[in-house]
């Protein structure tokens, strides 16, 4: 009973340096999302996508990009990595997009830029 | 997106009923109330969400006023566990938004042996 994973845990990258944060989800959801939260703070939208092929840019998307091959996978995608993308990194997943279908969460990508 | 105003913090004995208070006053008629808490940094834990009636479930009840412009969170029994930062949100139900969330600040529960 997986749910939703995130890999990796941790990373420290160097500004400039880029990485792709990776999400899976075993529950044959529909809807992804990827959220940031800083210290302190509520978490943000980033990108989301109502099922393979489609993604679309929430609020913070820039400095980030997205894709959906598959149901179960949606990677993010940092090209040049900057000390403002210092965060913590949760992927989410629902079975559906209305609001009756709760999102549930992995358990972060803490990253550290330098 | 309706706007949720929730105490900063809270302290609750431990075996004692929890009672999380959220204001919403400028809901929709058509949106929900979802409650999640997030414990040390680990990723948000859904607990329940309702739209009009009152709900309960394995983990929590929330309670709805009639009106619908504030609702409780209740854990019945809390133990040292169920301390966490505590989230109200207003979801809506669909459409351009795809029901994403917006995460404010919640409530610091503490619950105390």
């Known amino acids: 009973n997986a749910g939703v994973t995130q890999t990796p845990k941790f990373r420290i990258l160097k500004i400039g340096q880029s990485m792709t944060l990776q999400c899976a989800q075993d529950m044959n959801h529909n809807y992804m999302y990827w959220y940031r939260q800083d210290p302190g703070m509520g978490l943000k939208l980033i990108y989301y996508?109502?099922?393979?092929?489609?993604?679309d840019k929430g609020e913070v998307p820039n400095g980030y990009n997205v894709s959906r091959s598959t149901t179960e996978d949606f990677p993010l995608r940092l090209e040049l990595a900057a000390p403002s993308q210092t965060s913590v990194y949760f992927c989410?997943?629902?079975?559906?997009?209305?609001?009756?279908?709760?999102?549930?969460f992995g358990n972060g990508t803490r990253l550290t830029v330098t | 997106d309706a706007k949720t105003t929730q105490p900063p913090s809270m302290d609750c004995a431990e075996g004692r009923a929890a009672n999380l208070p959220c204001n919403h006053s400028t809901i929709s008629g058509n949106e929900y109330v979802y409650w999640y808490r997030q414990i040390h940094s680990q990723g948000p834990q859904y607990i329940i969400h309702g739209l009009k009636n009152n709900e309960t479930n394995e983990m929590a009840s929330l309670i709805i006023t009639e009106d619908r412009k504030s609702s409780t969170l209740i854990l019945p029994h809390a133990t040292l566990r169920d301390t966490a930062v505590y989230y109200c949100?207003?979801?809506?139900?669909?459409?351009?938004?795809?029901?994403?969330?917006?995460f404010g600040q919640g409530t610091i529960l503490t619950v105390h042996p």
């Open positions: 949100i207003v979801r809506k139900p669909g459409g351009t938004s795809y029901g994403k969330l917006t």
């Open positions: 989410a997943s629902s079975y559906k997009g209305t609001g009756n279908s709760p999102l549930h």
């Open positions: 996508s109502v099922g393979a092929g489609i993604t």
